[in-house]
């Protein structure tokens, strides 16, 4: 039976790409919501959004905001988040964070309803969001992991600019029509806002997401090697990562090499396997050309896996591709679901 009791919610970040996306899934009513407040910056304070045709003012979001709040869905970025989230738990708001503020924190449960909702069951008021790129992977490797085993995994991604928020896609929408008029191609944002050098990303491929680190690997990288371990339980699961962003507007894509731990096993038993996994769709037909693609996935709030082959050198080991929207589930629907699992289970 449905769960009757109606809850108070708040979205932080209400009129940002994730923000938005979030309200639009929590206007399809997932659970029973008796009142919502929708908070931004103070720049966007004062704005009306519409909620089930209703309009909501947007408030500041400050440490006061959070009183009755039964939900809080935070997704205005990391700073925010680490200074907002301890006054929304101490409120006794459940926080759900879509930033990287506390993911690898130990007592935050870093969790993918498909793969790990049994980790809810150890939130300390707090659940954190994992990336965008490493949902849709781990997803994917879920069935894989359960049924035969995981020895390595290594991630090429072809990443939408809409990862990096609407300014990012409204220079790409700018430099397309520069290049076009045989102008030069103006870059502030890509490949990172805040780091010294800039590139057009129209008619481009940038191998940078966030800044690098000392190893050499960028934090994007590092975020899918470490969130990865941590989701699956698999502290020594080898992973390396690459991570492109490419003039695409939504949807990432990403090619994920998988080693398993069971030899002889067919291309025919890991479709099978992957078909049944919890929110994957396989499109998966070479001789009709069936294969995702960015575009088909936009919108869509399932993880989809096609172009499944085994490794010519090494039995144990296939290699997939995997897309899905990185603002459905690689973001807001994710939250949203972790919110329904929450419910479900009765943790909040």
């Given at each position: 039976m449905a769960n009757e009791k109606g809850y108070r919610v708040a979205v932080v970040g209400a009129t940002g790409a994730v923000g938005q996306k979030i309200i639009q899934f929590l206007e399809e009513k997932p659970f029973q919501i008796d009142a919502i407040k929708l908070l931004s910056s103070k720049?966007?304070?004062?704005?009306?959004?519409?909620?089930?045709?209703?309009?909501?003012?947007?408030?500041?979001?400050?440490?006061?905001?959070?009183?009755e709040v039964d939900i809080a869905f935070f997704s205005a970025g990391g700073a925010v988040s680490k200074k907002l989230v301890p006054a929304a738990?101490?409120?006794?708001?459940?926080?759900?964070?879509n930033t990287s503020a506390f993911r690898m924190d130990e007592d935050v449960p870093l969790v993918v309803p498909e793969v790990n909702e049994e980790d809810l069951k150890h939130h300390k008021g707090i659940i954190a969001n994992p990336n965008c790129s490493t949902i849709q992977m781990v997803v994917a490797l879920k069935p894989i992991q359960e049924k035969y085993g995981l020895e390595r995994v290594i991630v090429s991604t072809y990443q939408a600019v809409s990862g990096a928020g609407l300014?990012?896609?409204?220079?790409?929408?700018?430099?397309?029509?520069?290049?076009?008029?045989?102008?030069?191609?103006?870059?502030?944002?890509?490949?990172?806002?805040?780091?010294?050098?800039?590139?057009?990303?129209?008619?481009n491929a940038l191998p940078q997401i966030d800044v690098f680190e000392d190893n050499g690997y960028t934090k994007e990288e590092m975020k899918m090697i470490n969130e990865t371990k941590k989701i699956m339980h698999e502290p020594d699961l080898k992973v390396a990562a690459t991570c492109v962003r490419l003039p695409v507007f939504t949807s990432h894509s990403e090619s994920v090499y998988v080693e398993t731990k069971t030899a002889n096993i067919s291309v025919e038993e890991i479709k099978?396997?992957?078909?049944?996994?919890?929110?994957?769709?396989?499109?998966?037909?070479?001789?009709?050309?069936?294969?995702?693609?960015p575009l088909a996935a936009q919108d869509k709030k399932e993880v989809f896996v096609g172009r499944i082959r085994k490794d010519l050198d090494n039995d144990k080991a296939f290699h997939m591709w995997v897309v899905t929207d990185n603002l459905v589930k690689g973001a807001a629907w994710n939250t949203v679901q972790i919110a329904q699992s929450l419910i479900k289970n009765n943790l909040v």
């Open positions: 720049r966007s304070a004062g704005k009306k959004l519409l909620f089930n045709g209703e309009e909501v003012t947007v408030e500041e979001a400050t440490e006061q905001s959070f009183e738990v101490k409120s006794g708001a459940v926080v759900i964070d300014s990012a896609q409204e220079e790409l929408r700018e430099q397309v029509q520069q290049y076009l008029n045989g102008e030069e191609m103006e870059a502030n944002i890509l490949p990172v806002a805040s780091d010294k050098k800039h590139y057009p990303i129209a008619f099978e396997t992957i078909a049944k996994g919890k929110g994957i769709i396989l499109q998966d037909d070479p001789a009709t050309q069936t294969y995702p693609t």
